[in-house]
């Protein structure tokens, strides 16, 4: 059909081109579904799209040691690591200005937390550097009050290093906090640096910059009535170590000069002190290179280490190693999961047959009653249902009574059905037989009884007529029980803690593991993300074989 005539484009009743007018008139109607369908689609976002983004976010999401060891992961660049050697001073003097920084924050902890779970003691060697750190510059610190006991008050620090055009500096400090503590510090701190000073005394900058920033801002003090931490101290004892600035501050006549000249002329009694054996005196950790290496390994932004762990393997400087057969663990879990999801669910179909059966056939009254019985456990906690199995298959419980008192076992030879593969099979397929029973009772209520008897009026027998003409219809309702009880099979964790002991639990108990108590929520994010990319397969495979167009829940 054309939109033009003879004499032009036809017209809507207020003069535009139909064509126009309909296209108008369809975006409309787009437009107003969309309003009515916008509250329900940013409640799906809010509630389901973004956290469960967020949390498949974590299984990559590495930042942690890049924002709490900024300069040390700069300067183990240049490390190899390979070759035994630990790295050199350079990066241990950075480690300490980052960790004193991450201990007064209270951060170095977490750090640690999240090394340790690529490498055992990491946790604990942070956590004991953390408590020692201030006792590395407590020796400089000393060293400069007795060269001028000026230094011991604030105010000469303060009076020393403030000034203008060192605004770059505090702006980068600022940032290295806000990497650190995942907030921003933004604010007036009372302090403007020396460009000068910046400039002559870069280390001593940076480290009072760090301190003036936290004590303003996350203190909330007065910077120049409060004393530095030690880690400035031992900035300044390294800036006038090197040969070249002490030149540079025999020229220097402004604030603190005269401090800053007693100091230069002590620094023959400047302390000589080696960070690395400092570190290690604080924890032998620092002197093991493989913790050095995890360090450097788990150094970028994002990793894929979460993932390698959850498939059993373990990053290396080398590359992608297989963990020790002692430690793997994960991918024994999917395949029982799996495994015995599908075990569950054949259970679900054989017992829930014939069941959802009875309730299409038999007369509504006494139909009724049985679907009474079957939504019955819906009614009843989870947990309270796991329990009692619990009770029931236990050696001393109640089905192994019966078996003793009917004679099927020996009394000293009771079935073991807790604590196993048996006991999770048994309790499981227990509760998720509702599941299946119901879509299959809803697509057997709408097979007409007719179609038995017309099969067994040409000839078919019981057993025939069933299969050839009722099961086929049923399979449809097979398929959606199937994929129901399936998906819920493979998430459950409560009933397998409960019953299935070490050999009957999920992968999905390990998930709810590292969430709740290890808290390694990358690790437990990978796990999910292998796990959801698994349920996609099946169910991409699923569609290729029976297809998903054949499921039904009735109608």
Not at 222 to 244: F, G, H, M, T
Not at 294 to 309: A, E, R
Not at 418 to 429: D, P
Request: hydrophobic content about 50%; proline content about 4%; aromatic content about 10%.
């Amino acid at each position: 059909m054309s939109d033009t005539t003879n004499s032009g484009p036809m017209l809507a009743a207020d003069g535009t081109p139909l064509k126009t007018s309909l296209a108008r008139a369809l975006r409309r109607q787009k437009l107003r579904a969309l309003m009515l369908i916008a509250p329900l689609l940013a409640f799906v976002v809010l509630t389901f799209v973004v956290p469960i983004g967020s949390m498949l976010f974590r299984s990559v999401e590495n930042q942690i040691v890049s924002g709490t060891l900024p300069e040390t992961v700069e300067a183990l660049d240049a490390w190899d690591g390979q070759d035994g050697t630990l790295p050199d001073e350079t990066v241990f003097q950075a480690l300490f200005f980052d960790i004193f920084r991450a201990a007064e924050a209270k951060e170095h902890t977490k750090l640690g937390s999240r090394l340790n779970y690529e490498r055992t003691g990491l946790s604990s060697m942070f956590r004991t550097t953390g408590r020692g750190i201030d006792d590395i510059g407590e020796v400089f610190q000393d060293w400069l009050e007795d060269a001028d006991p000026a230094f011991k008050d604030g105010i000469t620090w303060y009076e020393m290093l403030s000034g203008t055009g060192g605004e770059d500096v505090i702006e980068a400090r600022r940032a290295l906090w806000a990497n650190m503590v995942g907030e921003g510090f933004a604010g007036d701190i009372g302090f403007t640096l020396s460009g000068e000073m910046a400039a002559l005394l870069p280390q001593t900058a940076a480290a009072y910059s760090d301190w003036a920033i936290y004590t303003a801002i996350a203190d909330e003090d007065v910077v120049s009535e409060e004393d530095p931490w030690e880690a400035v101290y031992a900035a300044l004892a390294l800036d006038l170590a090197r040969a070249d600035t002490a030149a540079a501050l025999a020229s220097y006549t402004g604030a603190g000069a005269g401090p800053l000249a007693n100091v230069i002329a002590a620094l023959p009694t400047l302390p000589q002190i080696d960070f690395r054996a400092a570190f290690i005196e604080e924890n032998d950790g620092w002197g093991d290179t493989e913790n050095w290496q995890t360090i450097k390994i788990y150094s970028p932004d994002y990793t894929t280490g979460y993932f390698l762990n959850a498939i059993d393997m373990e990053k290396g400087l080398e590359g992608v190693n297989a963990r020790p057969e002692s430690q793997q663990l994960y991918i024994k879990l999917f395949i029982r999961t799996m495994i015995m999801s599908l075990i569950i669910t054949g259970s679900c179909i054989l017992l829930g047959y014939p069941v959802a059966w009875l309730l299409a056939n038999l007369p509504v009254r006494s139909a009724n009653v049985l679907m009474i019985l079957v939504l019955l456990p819906f009614w009843t906690s989870l947990l309270v249902r796991t329990s009692a199995w619990k009770v029931l298959l236990q050696q001393q419980g109640v089905i192994n009574e019966i078996f003793v008192w009917l004679g099927f076992v020996d009394d000293a030879n009771r079935l073991i059905l807790m604590n196993n593969s048996t006991g999770t099979i048994i309790a499981m397929t227990h509760i998720l037989l509702p599941f299946m029973i119901l879509p299959l009772y809803s697509v057997m209520k709408t097979i007409p009884p007719s179609y038995l008897r017309a099969a067994k009026s040409l000839g078919a027998t019981n057993w025939t007529a069933f299969w050839r003409v009722y099961f086929p219809q049923s399979v449809p309702g097979i398929g959606a029980g199937s994929i129901l009880v399936f998906i819920l099979a493979i998430g459950y964790y409560i009933t397998p803690e409960i019953v299935g002991g070490t050999d009957g639990v999920f992968i999905s108990n390990r998930i709810a593991y590292h969430i709740s108590s290890s808290l390694n929520w990358g690790l437990a994010a990978a796990l999910g993300s292998i796990l959801l990319a698994l349920v996609l397969a099946l169910y991409w495979l699923y569609d290729r074989i029976v297809g998903i167009d054949n499921v039904k829940l009735g109608g």
